[in-house]
């Protein structure tokens, strides 16, 4: 299985400014690599604040939101309330070989000790107040950079040192 970590930040590794933040503040390139590197990879999997955040299933990819809640699946909406683990055996067991976590906070936490990709996007502005993530990212090497605008918006993909 391989697992891609997506995230956005500000130069300070801020990422949210509230609860159910819709990242109004992420520049429309972001998005555009967001959109184009999960349709990609397929399925994505997310806590569910930031699917509420989000506010309807991402269309063209199979979306798995964890909760301990009990909500309706849809055609390519499936609600989990398991570890990682069982997340991972979840996806094998249905022939997905491939999944990008999108977060919030406490997903990206949870997966973390799994991801073999991380893709951060930084924004050159700084967030009030907003709240931060921390990785031993150490544990990856940096394999490119690339600039998405004049602004100065910044994409880093690292993989993991095997
Ligand atoms: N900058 C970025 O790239 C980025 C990316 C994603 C999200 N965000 C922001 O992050 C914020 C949300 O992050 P968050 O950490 O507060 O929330 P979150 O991770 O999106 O969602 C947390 C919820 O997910 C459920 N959950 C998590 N792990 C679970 C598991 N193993 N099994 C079952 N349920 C599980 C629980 O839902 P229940 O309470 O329903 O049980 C938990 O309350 C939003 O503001 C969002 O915009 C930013």
């Known amino acids: ?9 500000d130069i300070f590794g801020g990422f949210a400014i509230s609860e159910y933040d819709k990242i109004e503040w992420g520049s429309k390139e972001d998005k555009a690599h967001f959109r184009e590197l999960t349709s990609k990879i397929g399925t994505v999997i997310m806590g569910r604040k930031t699917y509420e955040s989000i506010g309807f299933p991402l269309k063209d990819r199979l979306n798995i939101v964890l909760t301990s809640k009990n909500y309706k699946n849809s055609e390519n909406l499936i ?18 070989n491939e999944a990008a976590v999108i977060g919030g906070k406490s997903v990206f936490k949870q997966f973390f000790p799994y991801i073999d990709k991380i893709y951060i996007t930084i924004e050159p502005i ?33 993989s993991k040192l095997q």
């Open 1 to 9: 299985m391989h697992l891609s970590m997506i995230v956005v930040t």
């Open 126 to 158: 700084t967030l009030e107040n907003a709240e931060k993530l921390s990785f031993p990212y150490q544990q990856f090497k940096l394999i490119s950079t690339n600039i998405l605008n004049e602004k100065g918006t910044i994409l880093l993909e690292y």
């Open 79 to 96: 609600f989990l309330n398991e570890s990682p683990i069982q997340v991972i055996r979840f996806l094998e067991k249905n022939k997905i």
